[in-house]
């Protein structure tokens, strides 16, 4: 798959489907149009994605909000769907204010669109006037075909990003699994940690998800990980450790660290999958390191008995 992140970078003399939107977490609607969009790859189209490089309220309304997926885990997620080209476009303010007409001009001339395929949800251009009824209304004009593809629904509700990071904040990981399609994940390297963990025969991996990155509550999860493409399940714990003591003046960093069953490899700075599947309990600042190794026993007998019926 080609990324490409420049403006004047976007251009493609190869005929083109294209679809746009933020695909924040890749969600079942998400795969959905993918689906759609790779159908017109056997008719010899190349596929291209357009998204944004930062969400469009970061500079429309000041907020950054918390994300599913980082530009470098949808990038991963895309490439692994067999997308040939994706395009983070810079959100300026230049773009902001572009016409929703304008941006049609654009976007098919640069990139020979001959066949679009969108969300019926989805709005472009300044002020989000650009939408499907738009695309219709231009398609005579500019030769293209265009495919809408309709919202998903789950418990009488449309599946979106919004819902699924309403189900994450809540730690109802089972729900945010039927409304990805998968469990939700992150991707990131594995860095040395207190090594606390080895001492008492629990060894742990460690890694820290990127500032923008949401992380469901604190506490201890039934998870997998993916290490160099094999699957291993374990616990992971979200938090801060809070009965490793701190430096002074300092606090633990909020991280992700995993005891993987029936491993025992040096993974240090390799890149990794961690998903999560299941709640367990909060995180718990323990009186002893002993009172910790018995609750982590206790919390390996819950994971082999969540696995145990679960095929992933």
């Given at each position: 798959?080609?990324?490409?992140?420049?403006?004047?970078?976007?251009?493609?003399?190869?005929?083109?489907?294209?679809?746009?939107?933020?695909?924040?977490?890749?969600?079942?609607?998400?795969?959905?149009?993918?689906?759609?969009?790779?159908?017109?790859?056997?008719?010899?189209?190349?596929?291209?994605?357009?998204?944004?490089?930062?969400?469009?309220?970061?500079?429309?309304?000041?907020?950054?909000?918390?994300?599913?997926?980082?530009?470098?885990?949808?990038?991963?997620?895309?490439?692994?769907?067999?997308?040939?080209?994706?395009?983070?476009?810079?959100?300026?303010?230049?773009?902001?204010?572009?016409?929703?007409?304008?941006f049609v001009d654009w976007i098919v001339n640069n990139l020979n669109v001959k066949s679009i395929v969108i969300g019926e949800d989805c709005c472009f251009g300044h002020q989000r006037r650009g939408n499907h009824q738009l695309l219709a209304q231009l398609a005579p004009q500019y030769g293209y075909e265009l495919t809408v593809v309709k919202k998903l629904r789950f418990e009488g509700r449309d599946i979106s990003s919004t819902y699924i990071r309403e189900e994450i904040k809540k730690g109802n990981m089972e729900i945010a699994e039927q409304l990805l399609g998968h469990p939700y994940s992150m991707d990131a390297c594995v860095q040395t940690g207190n090594q606390i963990g080895r001492t008492i025969g629990v060894p742990t991996a460690n890694v820290y998800a990127e500032p923008e990155k949401l992380l469901p509550p604190f506490g201890v999860y039934a998870a997998s990980i993916d290490i160099h493409g094999e699957r291993y399940v374990g616990i992971a714990n979200i938090g801060r450790k809070p009965t490793i003591k701190p430096k002074?003046?300092?606090?633990?960093?909020?991280?992700?660290?995993?005891?993987?069953?029936?491993?025992?490899?040096?993974?240090?700075?390799?890149?990794?999958?961690?998903?999560?599947?299941?709640?367990?309990?909060?995180?718990?600042?323990?009186?002893?390191?002993?009172?910790?190794?018995?609750?982590?026993?206790?919390?390996?007998?819950?994971?082999?008995?969540?696995?145990?019926?679960?095929?992933?």
């Amino acid at each position: 798959m080609i990324c490409l992140k420049q403006m004047e970078q976007f251009k493609i003399e190869e005929p083109t489907v294209l679809t746009i939107g933020k695909f924040d977490g890749l969600h079942r609607g998400h795969e959905e149009l993918l689906c759609h969009l790779l159908d017109k790859k056997k008719q010899g189209l190349k596929t291209v994605v357009f998204t944004f490089d930062i969400p469009p309220k970061k500079l429309t309304a000041g907020e950054q909000p918390y994300l599913l997926s980082t530009n470098q885990e949808k990038q991963q997620l895309f490439e692994e769907r067999g997308v040939d080209y994706l395009l983070q476009c810079p959100f300026t303010p230049e773009m902001m204010c572009m016409p929703a007409e304008e941006f049609v001009d654009w976007i098919v001339n640069n990139l020979n669109v001959k066949s679009i395929v969108i969300g019926e949800d989805c709005c472009f251009g300044h002020q989000r006037r650009g939408n499907h009824q738009l695309l219709a209304q231009l398609a005579p004009q500019y030769g293209y075909e265009l495919t809408v593809v309709k919202k998903l629904r789950f418990e009488g509700r449309d599946i979106s990003s919004t819902y699924i990071r309403e189900e994450i904040k809540k730690g109802n990981m089972e729900i945010a699994e039927q409304l990805l399609g998968h469990p939700y994940s992150m991707d990131a390297c594995v860095q040395t940690g207190n090594q606390i963990g080895r001492t008492i025969g629990v060894p742990t991996a460690n890694v820290y998800a990127e500032p923008e990155k949401l992380l469901p509550p604190f506490g201890v999860y039934a998870a997998s990980i993916d290490i160099h493409g094999e699957r291993y399940v374990g616990i992971a714990n979200i938090g801060r450790k809070p009965t490793i003591k701190p430096k002074e003046g300092e606090q633990n960093p909020v991280g992700v660290e995993m005891h993987i069953l029936q491993f025992d490899e040096d993974i240090y700075r390799e890149p990794v999958r961690i998903s999560f599947y299941s709640y367990e309990r909060p995180e718990i600042k323990f009186d002893s390191i002993a009172e910790l190794k018995e609750q982590i026993t206790k919390d390996i007998s819950f994971c082999k008995e969540f696995f145990r019926s679960k095929m992933i």
